[in-house]
Structure formats: structure tokens, C-alpha cells
């Protein structure tokens, strides 16, 4: 096995390919089968199709912000352990972005336009968090999990009951997320305070906003 230790420009340039990953259609490709390849696939009507869809859309777009935060903070960790544990994050949650789009594709529906500019916010928010230290950039992942898990909750509620398919992959992206959310505070994440949480909360709601439709 090679020992070589990736060099600032290394990782750059690693950063850019999974850039590419994750913001060129059918890019990414999933390590786990999809929760829902077993589950049939009940027809929705327009009205629940066009809303499975807005939600769907905005659970993907969440998936390309996660792989921007957690490849900014791999960029910029400072502990090596710390920095693999953001590269292992970010991989695993690379199902989550591939079975979202797929779950799309078979609603007829298609990514947000917005997800380019998203990614690049996301991205310059995880490099600072690990510019600052690592037990923030952890602590960031932490608070970003538990926001995920309500907002997963949220749209669990609001699926149609025949839909299976997307219940199946959203109640493993929720497991996924919580687990992820441990292990940063187990690492050693700091607690953000309320206020950040609500400023936290609230970009979230307008990338929701921004994205249902479009």
C-alpha cells in the first residue's frame, strides 16, 4: 500500500475532480445499491408527482451542499485523521446524491439549476470551519447533521403514502446522517451555540425555497 502523504496541490486537484462528481449529471456513482431498487414503484398522480419531485429535488441539492462542506474542510484540516474522516463522510454521502438523482430521473423531473452556486457556498463555509480548527469544522458537521435529520423528518411527513420508493431512500439518508453526526461529536466537535443554529436554519429554508421548483 502507498504511504505517499497528498500535497496541498494534490488535494486540489482531488477536489476538483469530485467538484466534477458531483455537479456533472450521472457523475456520481453510489457504493450502496439504492433502498428502493426492491421496491415497486407506484404510479403518483401529477399533483403528488410534481411534489415527490420538489422534495426529492431539494434533498439532492442537500447532497451536493454536504459534499462541498465536507470536501472544503478536508481541504483545509489540519490533523490528518480529521481530514480522512471528512474524505470517508464525503464519499459515503455520495449514495445519497446518486440515489436522490436517480429517484428524480424516474419522476421525469431533473436537478436544481441553483446547485453550482450552493456547492460553492458550501464549499467556502467548510473550508473556513476547518481554517478555524478542526473541532469546529467537526462541530459544523455535527449541527449540519442534526438540521439535515429534522429537515428529513419534515419531508417523511410529507411523502405520499404509496411512495415507497422515496420513503425507503430518505429513511436511510436519516440513519446515514445521524450516524455521521455522532461520529464528528465523538471526534471531538464542538457544540455551536442557538444563534448559530438559527442562522444555520435559515439558509437552509432559502435554499428550500430556491430549490423546489427549479
Request: aromatic content about 4%; glycine content about 6%; proline content about 5%.
Amino acid at each position: 500500500m502507498s504511504t505517499r502523504q497528498h500535497t496541498f496541490l494534490d488535494r486540489l486537484l482531488i477536489q476538483a475532480d469530485q467538484s466534477l462528481r458531483t455537479l456533472v449529471p450521472g457523475a456520481a456513482l453510489a457504493n450502496r445499491p439504492s433502498p428502493a431498487l426492491p421496491l415497486a414503484d407506484t404510479p403518483l398522480v401529477e399533483a403528488e408527482r410534481r411534489r415527490v419531485a420538489g422534495l426529492m429535488r431539494i434533498n439532492h441539492t442537500g447532497e451536493v451542499c454536504a459534499q462541498a462542506l465536507y470536501q472544503g474542510q478536508a481541504l483545509t484540516a489540519k490533523l490528518p485523521d480529521v481530514r480522512g474522516k471528512m474524505e470517508q463522510a464525503a464519499e459515503e454521502e455520495i449514495d445519497h446524491l446518486a440515489w436522490c438523482e436517480q429517484r428524480l430521473r424516474e419522476l421525469n423531473s431533473h436537478p436544481s439549476v441553483f446547485n453550482p452556486l450552493f456547492y460553492g457556498a458550501s464549499f467556502g463555509m467548510g473550508a473556513v470551519a476547518g481554517l478555524i480548527s478542526d473541532r469546529v469544522s467537526l462541530g459544523f458537521v455535527a449541527a449540519t447533521e442534526q438540521l439535515v435529520e429534522r429537515h428529513l423528518d419534515n419531508h417523511l411527513t410529507r411523502l405520499p403514502e404509496d411512495d415507497v420508493r422515496s420513503r425507503a431512500i430518505l429513511e436511510q439518508m436519516r440513519e446515514d446522517e445521524i450516524e455521521h453526526g455522532n461520529q464528528a461529536m465523538a471526534a471531538g466537535g464542538v457544540r455551536f451555540p442557538a444563534p448559530v443554529k438559527a442562522a444555520m436554519t435559515l439558509m437552509s429554508k432559502v435554499m428550500t425555497a430556491a430549490t423546489y421548483r427549479v
